[in-house]
């Protein structure tokens, strides 16, 4: 049966908001938690983007859920070898409650020190090579390494969990979900696509967990919901690698009016419908996902969480 998270964004929110979101959502009954990692929000309606390590820190004592990055991109901005210190800090703080979500990133965060920004093959081989980089750091052994994007010289954690930290790998296209298929501990992806998990299983994923999540507007107010999620998440509507190549949030800004509130409408759960809240969560376990994370898009945060306690979860598989 799937297990069912809540999404904390770091885009929107401040740390304080993000702590006490994920207090209300052990609360609600929600069983984990996912966090994004930006260095910028999608543009600046959202508002925020505090370092997601610090914030994990705060999380490790102010909930008992587990934690993962969603995602983390190891591969231009931090170093895998520093990705792997924080990761594995993480998991130790969280008494072994954590996993490391990796991705190939987007310009918006991972250009800011100057870096080309490579193209989509190149970021994927990358990423394959941070995490070789990363497992090896996690064993707590000394790690010298010579590779064709990343030099580690005499490099040891010395704080370590008991276990490696669990890699999952994000994938949006059949290039990526055969590198999770192949490398990951995990996979992420985040639409109910059937064919996708297949992919992932049959290419070497197996049993492994699959992950995914969704972005919702609750509220009494349908139409209401709909111009909120217009307002601070347009972004995700626009098609193409545009989310991947685009540098910062203003030339997000200048693509908003291409999305209508209709298609927000049409593409977003909003409201307070019950049933349409349910149905968009079944969509993904009816895909084989093993992990599903929702989050609530705008300020009304305990009113989602109370709706989520008392007429979604428990209508949930």
């Known amino acids: 049966m799937p297990e069912y998270g809540y999404f904390l964004s770091c885009e929107e929110f401040g740390p304080a908001e993000l702590v006490e979101q994920a207090r209300m959502a052990e609360q609600a009954g929600f069983q984990a938690l996912w966090i994004s990692d ?48 924080a990761a594995a800090t993480s998991a130790v703080m969280t008494r072994g409650r954590f996993r490391l979500g990796v991705g190939s990133g987007e310009a918006l965060n991972e250009h800011i020190l100057g870096d080309a920004w ?9 990423l394959e090579e941070a995490v070789q980089v990363m497992r090896r750091l996690f064993t707590g052994e000394e790690v010298t390494h010579y590779g064709k994007h990343y030099t580690v010289e005499n490099a040891r954690l010395y704080t ?21 298929a192949r490398v990951g501990d995990g996979y992420i992806t985040m639409m109910p696509d059937a064919s996708m998990v297949e992919q992932y299983r049959k290419g070497g994923g197996g049993s ?16 209401a919901a709909v111009r909120t999620v217009h307002e601070l998440w347009p972004n995700q509507f626009l098609p193409g690698e545009m989310g991947q190549i685009l540098p910062t949030p203003s030339h997000f800004e200048q693509l908003e ?12 759960v909003c409201g307070g419908d019950v049933d349409q809240h349910v149905a968009a969560l079944t969509e993904f376990a009816d895909a084989g996902f093993d992990r599903i994370y929702v989050n609530q898009i705008g300020p009304d945060q305990q009113g989602f969480f109370d709706f989520y306690r008392t007429k ?3 209508r949930l598989p």
């Open 118 to 126: 490579p193209p989509a093959t190149v970021r994927l081989e990358m």
């Open 160 to 180: 370590v969990p008991d276990e490696p930290v669990p890699i999952d790998v994000s994938g949006f296209g059949p290039k990526a979900t055969s590198l999770a």
């Open 208 to 223: 492994k967990p699959v992950s995914g999540g969704m972005k919702v507007c609750y509220g009494a107010d349908r139409d």
């Open 312 to 314: 979604v979860l428990p």
């Open 38 to 85: 930006h260095y910028h929000p999608w543009n600046d309606a959202q508002g925020q983007s505090p370092f997601v390590w610090s914030v994990i820190g705060a999380l490790s004592e102010a909930v008992s859920l587990p934690v993962e990055t969603a995602v983390t991109c190891p591969t231009v901005r931090m170093h895998p070898a520093v990705v792997a210190q």
């Open 257 to 268: 009016p291409l999305v209508t509130e209709q298609m927000v409408a049409d593409g977003t």
